[in-house]
């Protein structure tokens, strides 16, 4: 590969990767989801970058960006974000919550709280057994309780139809658990009678 930066993309369209991208990329665990992301450190800070797509045709970076933006002004604990463009692409840059000084906190996700398995069992998962696991296992039910019926409300307002068991999480210290910054909101267009 010539030491000019290579401009056009190669993973979507499915092109061979230089060994050198192919070595980084392989060893590494998913970080999930449908959307093109990628595990990045700058320092201590760590994050989750999610790019746009050239398939796209709604602008899900930043869209997200905004609602999570709003958000965290509405009041909502919610992952820092940052908006960039790259190359002539968007990417949405997520503080990832789960490292504190180059450690990782321990985490599960509402699906693990509920007892339900992602691909057999997860879309049984309900706010209501949430909320019922958070009255008994959090360690401070009423404001948790609180912030999950804010949560769901402006998902509601801001049409996140992914509001899902995994975009829902609790952090676990051996004894209690904690409810995890927002995460995930992504609004969707409307339409049909699913929304």
Same mark, same amino acid.
């Given at each position: 590969m010539s030491s000019r930066a290579r401009t056009e993309p190669i993973v979507e369209p499915g092109a061979p990767l230089p060994d050198t991208l192919a070595k980084a990329l392989l060893?590494?665990?998913? =970080?999930g989801g449908a959307r093109p992301k990628a595990w990045l450190s700058d320092g201590d800070r760590h994050l989750i970058a999610k790019f746009s797509s050239g398939s796209d045709d709604f602008p899900f970076v930043q869209s997200e960006f905004v609602a999570m933006t709003l958000a965290a002004h509405a009041g909502l604990d919610v992952a820092a974000v940052e908006y960039r463009e790259v190359m002539g692409r968007h990417a949405l840059l997520a503080d990832r919550f789960d490292r504190v000084h180059g450690s990782l906190r321990?985490? =599960?996700s509402a699906l693990t709280m509920l007892g339900l398995d992602a691909f057999?069992?997860?879309r049984y998962a309900?706010?209501?057994?949430?909320?019922? =696991?958070?009255r008994h296992r959090f360690?401070?039910?009423d404001a948790t309780l609180r912030e999950l019926f804010s949560r769901i409300v402006f998902n509601v307002l801001c049409s996140n139809t992914d509001d899902h068991g995994k975009n829902h999480a609790a952090f676990w210290d051996g004894r209690t658990l904690t409810l995890t910054p927002g995460y995930d909101i992504s609004p969707q267009r409307r339409s049909g009678g699913t929304a």
């Open positions: 060893p590494g665990t998913s =970080v321990q985490m =599960v057999l069992s997860g309900t706010c209501f057994g949430l909320a019922d =696991v958070m360690d401070n039910p």
